[in-house]
């Protein structure tokens, strides 16, 4: 068992987002008094928790959410809202790493979040202005050389959906002279992702789930026949719980919380450009992010504002002047925007891992966690909760290959795993700037 407070979620209520203020209605849901007993419990109303939740209660099962501010409060409401095929990690690395049989069974379901939040959204008619086309773009000749293995490399293991292009070709997507050239995914995407999670948790309540907000985890029970969550005012008995917090979870769960390390990224949003301006700088309205270490990546909102998003903040902490610091980026890769007004600026935090693969995993008989997405969360969650309920309900075949991967501790522990991870982010950005 084990103790936190909860004081990262301040009131509770949503970060000052453009999502905030742009979210279709819903309700606010009580938060957890008493003591309550359900099938599963699932801590976290994020995209893993919401996923894993709404497939089980799919199959019938009775399940349970404690999130402990609003539904998508967490990186799930604040991202850059891209639907980008793959992990963090390359195919190549973990093939590098994994052998060939994993990396043959991890791209078997990189296209799968997407595919599962396309189902969600036609299923359930959620409006969450849902665009098809990603775009990686690259600004060096070394850039372009990786797309170009990036391409090849997912071919031979069947995936056909990108198309490099030229720098020519590139300027009918993206006006910018930034850019060497670039590569599309069809089968990407983009879309308002707190109106994503407002969505799916409304299609999760239909099939008579639960969602108790404002109730953030005091502590958990797992070595127990069943796992036991405790909040300020309640607590939850359960036969399954499975932990969602991702890089909000704290340390309820020490053991987790060694295990990966929150990274701040933040987005601001333009004024309105109006359709003309908003056609010619992104005329395919596909979403887009360079392929450098630290990167940037923008799409046009669905009142045309230019979202534009990107740097890193190790440890978590938000920025003194975020619109400082994006906006010599976003001039840099679209002058025509010089003089336009910055209306919305937020951060959020992602879980990185060392590793940069997401970790599936068990602690004790009932208990199950999937947390360190490191940047790739938004279909990465949405097939972990796939999986995770497949694992729920017996199926542990896709759960174990996950689960038996090896994962690394931050060099220095939680005490320097910030500088090491700082030092490491100037060498790759030497790089990047270099060339190389």
């Known amino acids: 068992m084990s103790e936190t407070s909860q004081s990262y979620a301040g009131s509770g209520q949503h970060t000052g987002s453009y999502y905030a203020a742009t979210a279709n209605p819903a309700p606010k849901r009580p938060a957890l008094t008493g003591i309550n007993q359900v099938d599963v ?16 209660a799919e199959a019938g099962h009775r399940v349970a959410i404690i999130e402990g501010a609003r539904v998508g409060w967490g990186a799930s409401g604040r991202n850059g809202g ?49 665009k098809d086309n990603n775009i990686f773009v690259g600004l060096t000749a070394a850039h372009m050389r990786e797309l170009e293995a990036r391409q090849t490399l997912w071919r031979s293991y069947g995936i056909d959906n990108q198309e490099l292009l030229s720098r020519e070709a590139l300027r009918t997507h993206v006006a910018s002279d930034l850019y060497a050239g670039g590569l599309i995914d069809r089968t990407g995407g983009h879309m308002h992702p707190l109106n994503l999670a407002l969505g799916e948790a409304a299609a999760f309540e239909k099939l008579g789930g639960k969602i108790y907000e404002l109730s953030p ?5 797992t070595d127990g026949a069943k796992p036991e969550v405790k909040t300020a005012k309640g607590k939850m008995i359960c036969k399954t719980l499975v932990l969602c917090g ?11 919380a ?24 992104i005329p ?38 975020i619109k400082a610091k994006l906006l010599p980026n976003m001039l840099k890769v679209f002058p025509q925007l010089a003089g336009k007004k910055i209306d919305y600026a937020w951060s ?32 990465g969650s949405h097939t972990f909760g796939r999986i995770l309920s497949e694992a729920i309900t017996g199926d542990l075949g896709r759960f174990d290959v996950f689960a038996k991967l090896p994962w690394y501790p ?19 950005a030497l790089r990047d700037k270099l060339g190389i």
């Not at 419990?41 to 089980?56: D, F, R």
């Not at 985890?217 to 029970?221: D, H, K, L, M, R």
């Not at 991702?246 to 987790?256: E, I, K, Q, R, S």
């Open 258 to 281: 060694r295990r990966v390390m929150p990274v701040s990224t933040q987005v601001m949003a333009t004024e309105p450009l109006g359709e003309d301006l908003a056609a010619a700088l």
């Open 217 to 221: 985890v005091t502590s958990v029970t």
């Open 284 to 321: 395919g309205d596909a979403c887009v992010e360079d392929i450098r270490y630290i990167l940037d990546y923008y799409r046009l909102s669905a009142d045309k504002r230019m979202l534009f998003g990107g740097g890193t903040v190790y440890g978590g902490s938000d920025p003194k002047d």
């Open 410 to 428: 931050f060099p220095g522990g939680r005490a320097f795993r910030v500088p090491y991870s700082v030092v490491g982010s100037w060498y790759y």
């Open 41 to 56: 419990c699932v801590v976290g109303a994020g995209y893993s928790g919401l996923s894993t939740a709404l497939h089980l």
């Open 82 to 130: 891209q639907i980008v095929n793959g992990l963090n990690a390359s195919l190549a690395t973990i093939e590098r790493r994994y052998g060939r049989t994993t990396s043959s069974f991890v791209a078997g379901l990189v296209q799968e979040g997407g595919q599962i939040i396309r189902e969600r959204v036609k299923t359930y008619g959620i409006q969450c202005d849902l």
């Open 246 to 256: 991702n890089a909000y979870l704290g340390d309820v769960v020490p053991g987790l």
């Open 348 to 379: 959020g935090n992602f879980a990185l891992s060392f590793s940069r693969v997401p970790q599936l995993g068990r602690i004790g008989a009932n208990t199950y966690f999937a947390h360190g997405y490191s940047g790739h969360g938004v279909t």
